[in-house]
């Protein structure tokens, strides 16, 4: 049988511990990967509200969109500009016909503070 609380804290601990490889990556500079440890970090919180709502292991998606759907949730205007930026950098970052810029220094800076903040708000909601 599958224990929910054990799946629910095994997604919320790895999205915690990859907002702290974000914040590494933005110290070294390393702003695309950075990026990619945001939306991981989304995803997998995200991950831990699907498991609460459907009692089940969550669908191997990276679709930020369609986890929260399944999670049910009103995703505000500003979460949704987020989510965007960062599909971007986790999708379409992996293939070589179309790889994206690395954000300034103020904008990686803002996007890990957002993603923290999302966290933080989706956290809540365990």
Known sequence: MLNIEKQ?????????SNIETASILVTAG????AMF???LCIEKILKAL????IKNIPPKSHDLFYLS???KLEITDGQSDLMQILMKYQLEGRYPEYYPKAPSSDKI?????QTKNLLICFSKML
């Open 50 to 53: 699907v498991v609460k709502q």
């Open 37 to 39: 440890f945001c939306h």
């Open 69 to 71: 759907t399944l999670a």
């Open 109 to 113: 800076n803002e996007y890990l503070h």
């Open 30 to 33: 390393k702003y695309i990967e």
């Open 8 to 16: 629910i804290e095994y997604w919320q601990e790895t999205a915690e």
